[in-house]
């Protein structure tokens, strides 16, 4: 069963604007991650934030994490065309990455 | 950074025959190795983990004589689609942790189109 909810399923924005998805997961996890995938192709790892953390930040990228809510946020600031993809959220509590439902975004040159 | 290949990229066959799919760590070893199944516009849903050298575990729901999975070697896993239908059409991924590292490395995908 898939563990984590992704919202908004959609996001449509101007290049240059910051664009925030979010992730829910169920069960306790040891990381939760998040991967890029453009359209017919494998996943590409952007960032990895371990559940004693926080915030993390990586180039564009800010991660954070609420273990009390059982959630996190990507933000990528300053988007560009080239950022369109589909993000997903992945947690970790057994050694097996659960994929969330992913977030397509697409960035409007 | 590591890197995991996958073979072929896309596949169309007709129902009835049975499918392999490759998936090659290139430039480091994998005791495991995840497969993954995606349909159109969703996300990815966990089949089996593959254990060089030993039974793969399949998750809740896979069909283990369907998807045959054998991880012969440090750097090979295969999944075979046995006997397949169009019901089999999807998007398989393969990937694989880093030595070391909790994170993934995914091979470029598999299209399987069964007429």
């Known amino acids: 069963s898939q563990q984590g909810e992704e919202d908004p399923q959609a996001l449509s924005i101007q290049e240059g604007e910051n664009a925030t998805m979010n992730c829910s997961y169920k069960?306790?996890?040891?990381?939760l991650q998040w991967y890029r995938q453009n359209s017919g192709r494998g996943l590409v790892h952007l960032i990895l934030?371990?559940?004693?953390?926080r915030e993390k930040h990586s180039g564009r990228l800010r991660v954070t994490l609420d273990t009390s809510k059982k959630s996190s946020s990507l933000l990528i600031t300053a988007s560009r065309a080239a950022d369109t993809a589909s993000y997903f959220c992945?947690?970790?509590?057994?050694?097996?990455?659960?994929f969330g439902q992913g977030t397509t975004l697409q960035v409007k040159p | 950074g590591a890197v995991v290949s996958q073979h072929p990229s896309w596949v169309i066959c007709k129902s009835g025959t049975s499918v392999k799919i490759e998936c090659r760590s290139l430039?480091?070893?994998?005791?495991?190795m995840f497969w993954y199944r995606q349909f159109p516009k969703q996300s990815l849903m966990l089949m089996a983990t593959s254990n060089e050298g030993s039974k793969a575990t399949y998750e809740q729901g896979v069909e283990k004589d369907k998807f045959l999975i054998n991880h012969a070697s440090l750097t090979l896993s295969t999944l075979t689609v046995t006997s397949a239908h169009p019901e089999d059409s999807s998007f398989y991924i393969c990937s694989a942790p880093g030595q070391g590292l909790p994170k993934l490395f995914f091979g470029s995908g598999t299209q399987l189109s069964v007429l």
């Open positions: 430039d480091f070893q994998a005791t495991t």
């Open positions: 992945a947690t970790d509590n057994t050694g097996k990455l659960i």
């Open positions: 934030i371990r559940s004693n953390e």
């Open positions: 069960t306790s996890i040891n990381n």
